[in-house]
């Protein structure tokens, strides 16, 4: 199942790999392996919603495939409560909020980023909320207008990546979903998607154990 946010997402994950096969071939070979299994989990999935569960697990596939080309300088917390990973969501929703940070955050300076994924559940006002914050330089500030209006701190790649969230977000939820891209004080970038809480669906055992092994990978490189 490809979604309007995936040729954007294959587009820079072929360009980074294009960036390492004459100096790191090696490391080149290793990418490719892991967009591979991005690519097939991402093709053997139905269309409509999904559980958080199995987007945590390509969030995973999508961070490991980074980590190989940033290395240390790519850092992560995933702080996921238990409680939501049934609950359905759009599929790549997270992938593009994480995906812009990595760029413009932990790729954009030698220093790197920490990047921190959080998904809570908010029964009484029937919510899930994804918010990813890095402690990056930030970035430059673009209206964005629609009627999920909000000002983006988008730019160059970021603004077609989270655009198309955006209109993905509108078209199927309409006022009831909202997008924001905030400047965190003292640096760094907070995207955060509210959605609509829905009925949970069931989750495959390995892909809840994908989801458990991202999310102990993530708290060891809290250190």
Do not use: K
Not at 184 to 208: F, K, M, Y
């Amino acid at each position: 199942m490809w979604t309007p946010a995936a040729p954007h997402f294959l587009c820079n994950a072929l360009t980074a790999i294009q960036a390492c096969v004459r100096s790191r071939p090696a490391l080149a070979e290793e990418m490719i392996a892991v967009l591979a299994r991005f690519v097939r989990a991402t093709l053997g999935r139905s269309e409509g919603l999904v559980s958080v569960a199995e987007e945590l697990a390509l969030v995973g596939m999508y961070l490991g495939l980074e980590r190989l080309r940033l290395g240390s300088r790519l850092r992560t917390i995933i702080d996921v409560d238990p409680g939501v990973l049934g609950a359905p969501i759009p599929a790549l929703v997270a992938q593009p909020l994480v995906e812009n940070a990595v760029v413009h955050a932990a790729a954009s300076r030698a220093a790197g980023a920490t990047l921190r994924l959080t998904v809570r559940g908010r029964p009484g006002r029937r919510e899930v909320l994804i918010v990813v914050a890095d402690d990056g330089p930030g970035m430059v500030r673009v209206p964005v207008r629609g009627s999920l209006e909000q000002t983006l701190t988008i730019a160059g790649a970021g603004r077609l990546g989270l655009g198309t969230l955006r209109r993905r977000l509108d078209a199927r939820y309409g006022s009831d979903a909202r997008l924001r891209v905030l400047r965190r004080p003292g640096g760094g970038t907070v995207a955060v998607v509210t959605l609509p809480l829905e009925p949970a669906v069931g989750v495959h055992p390995g892909v809840r154990g994908a989801a458990a092994a991202q999310e102990n990978g993530a708290r060891a490189d809290r250190g």
